[in-house]
């Protein structure tokens, strides 16, 4: 009998994606290394296709399935983590601070430096990461710095027309200035702030690697300390410093809301 969910046959590494398995990327890896298997047949060709319906497929001999519901959660990432599921060096990375053994298959959507805090997304849903961070569409965010030196109006209007960095003009950003003693302000201040210091924000459209770290220099201020505070239709809430939560079922409609849209694009 026909799955109502999956009428179609779906490729391989997307049916692995959105069994929380691993990416899509991942899950070609796992296809190309020999480790997945339909119907007790090892499957490497990246173009073959799966019923999710009636072919059992396995990875490394154990079955996987595409659950009802993806799963999503809000991390709260603390300063000195790694954003990876997997540091071959044995240092410190977000994997610990989430629950792969209740949720397995959760992967971090985007990627926060080691020493930046603030909201990351994880989930089981392959098409997220695709979707919400493809170069060309790339959900907002907005980060709070705080900065040496102060931002001249010169330099808000460089940051909000493009500022030019090394790999090419970075999108307008929106440039704003958290109050003293708001959350965004106390959450790039827990040491405090020095004269000749600024807490500024920014709401940028792209994701170059270092990129807030990089905008900001370009314009002559080196970032002392980062934080994210919205990613896309999610702000940091309800969760303590290094703490986790699942999405509201609002927060993950919202989400899949901009996921679907964008697949029909
Ligand atoms: N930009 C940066 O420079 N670092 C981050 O962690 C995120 C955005």
Redesign the pocket.
Known sequence: MADERFPYPLRLQKFLARAGVASRRGSEDLMTAGRVTVNGVVVTELGSRVDPAHDIVCVDGRRVEIAEHPVYIMLYKPRGYLTTMDDPQGRPCVAELVPRDIYPGIFPVG???K??TGILLFTTNGDAAQQLLHPSKHVS?H?VALVEGRITSENRKVLEEGVMLDDGKAQPAEVDFPKRGSVAWDAVTPEGIRVGQTVVGLT?HE?R??????MLKAVGHE?VF?H?DVFGPLALKDVEYGSWRLLTEAEAASLERIIEDRKRQ
């Open positions: 990627r926060l430096d020493d930046t965010k980060y940028i994701g690697k270092h990129q807030v770290k990089r970032v980062l994210r």
